[in-house]
Structures are given as C-alpha cells and as structure tokens.
C-alpha cells in the first residue's frame, strides 16, 4: 500500500479548492476510473453544495474511491442547499467529520505554508468550537434544523457561538455528543 501526501490549494484559480482537486486529480494525475484507493482530504471548509455535487459526480465516474473529509469549519452551515449538498455526501458514502485537535495538528504540520521557524505557532481552536461544529454536522446529517448560530466581530476577531437547540436535537442526536458538549450531565446514581 502506497500513501502519498498530495498538497493543492484554491489559490489564484475562480474553483473552489474541492472542484480544483477533482480537476488537477483526473488531469495531472492520469487517474483513470479503474483505480481503487481511498483518499483522505483535509479542507478548512465543509463543501458548499456545488461542490458537493461535483465531488458526487466524480465518485460516480470512480466507484473504486474511498473519500474520508475531514474539515475546520462548516461553509454556511445554515444554508439548506450546503446542508443538503452534505447529507448527500454522506448518503452517496463519503465520510465527513470535524477536525479534532490531533487532525488539525497534522493538517498544519503537512499541508499548510508557514515561515521557517514559525511551526509552533498553529492555530489553536478550543476545544469546545470543534464539540460545536461536530454537533451542528450531526444536525445537518440527520436533517435536523440548525442548532448553530455564528456570529464574528472582526474588530475584535472575536467569534460567539450560540446554540438554540429544540426538542428533536435532544431526542435525536446521540447522548455521547450532547455529553462531549456538556449540553447534558451524565446520570448519576444515588445508593
């Protein structure tokens, strides 16, 4: 088994980074539709619907292609057509998750152009952000409404998070995440 890291950006190009992959891939790389492999991406965004559409089209044409993603943040998560867009990935059988902080390390580490000596310098996302956008991609997948709200001051390059769930993100979305968010208190058992 070969693993090969492939670096591409969306720089200087009007596609989106999911649409220039998919472009450079079947053309630079002479990736024919027999090739069996799995392709584990890292995008700083979720695919927008167009993408999503454009990522569906391409696995169709390569059944042999295993497709994990793993993103930073979601693209206008609020949006239904992005959210259908990822509802479709997932259904056509691509895996998308959020970063955590060890993925988001080797993403930085691998992929991303910083200054010589400027490696210790990563972004740091709390914790709690990823346990929030984890929580709306469960929204999302199992068409629930959003639960998410974002709002930045770039003033302050502040970013607030607010959460407005409803009865059926309690009774749908799995205990274990509700937990990780501290959104529920685990039972406690009185003797």
Known sequence: MSRKIWRSSGKNTTNHVEVNFIEKLTSERRFHSSVSCSVTWFLSWSPCWECSQAIREFLSQHPGVTLVI?????????????????????????????????????CWRNFVNYPPGEEAHWPRYPPLWMMLYALELHCIILSLPPCLKISRRWQNHLTFFRLHLQNCHYQTIPPHILLATGLIQPPVTWR
């Open 70 to 106: 793993y993103v930073a943040r979601l693209f206008w998560h609020t949006d239904q057509q992005n959210r259908q867009g990822l509802r479709d990935l997932v259904n056509s059988g691509v895996t998308i998750q959020i970063m955590r902080a060890s993925e988001y390390y080797h």
